[in-house]
């Protein structure tokens, strides 16, 4: 049974608790949509790394099947396909030989040009094994972009290929935050 003075007084209530639980809703609400937003541009920041990786990968397998220009100062844009609907600049790079000796020194220019890569030693093995070898080195820089509203992934790697044809990977940087050139002023 309700007294004629307390007509209402829930009306009042639920108003109160109202608000005081709408501030901590729309807190809670804008802190849910941060964290999707931040997830989906975790996710989204992922596959654009992958697919930079995939590039790098790519760019190896055509230097393999001879699809790319080895003349020194030589630079092969690349085509990427299958990479779902990201933007994708690639480009392979050629850099003047290197000799590699045994000793673990990197020659280049005159210097590389003067050592006899014929010259044998003996490793610490009591093997017999070439003192130089001479290196083609290969520059590789992909550039992944998705949208405007994220930065850009780039992978920035280099291969080279011994001199009895084999392909090796020594070294990749990957800058998951690469911020895109302005396209009217280039920068």
């Known amino acids: 049974m309700v007294m004629r003075e307390e007509k209402g007084s829930a009306l009042a209530i639920v108003l109160v608790a109202l608000l005081i639980l709408t501030p901590l809703m729309l807190i809670l609400s804008a802190m849910v949509l941060r964290w ?14 992958y697919a930079a990786r995939a590039g790098f990968v790519s760019a190896a397998n055509q230097l393999n099947l001879g699809n790319i220009d080895t003349e020194v100062g030589a630079t092969t844009p690349l085509e990427l396909t ?11 790079s050629r850099d003047p ?18 050592v006899d890569l014929e010259q044998t030693a003996i490793d610490p093995d009591m093997r017999r ?3 130089f070898r001479r290196l083609e080195v290969y520059l590789v820089d992909v550039l992944v972009t998705q949208r405007p509203s994220i930065p850009g992934v780039r992978l920035q790697g280099i291969l080279i290929r011994t001199d009895d044809g ?5 070294g990749i940087r990957v800058d998951r935050e690469f911020a ?3 396209s009217e002023t280039g920068n």
């Open 82 to 92: 299958g990479l779902r609907d990201f933007t994708t600049k690639a480009q392979i």
């Open 180 to 182: 895109q050139p302005d």
């Open 129 to 131: 094994v070439r003192r």
């Open 36 to 49: 999707q937003r931040q997830a989906t541009e975790l996710r989204d920041l992922m596959g654009m790394e």
């Open 97 to 114: 030989d290197v000799v590699l000796s045994l000793d673990g020194q990197v020659l280049e220019g005159l210097d590389a040009r003067q």
């Open 166 to 170: 084999e392909l090796r990977q020594i």
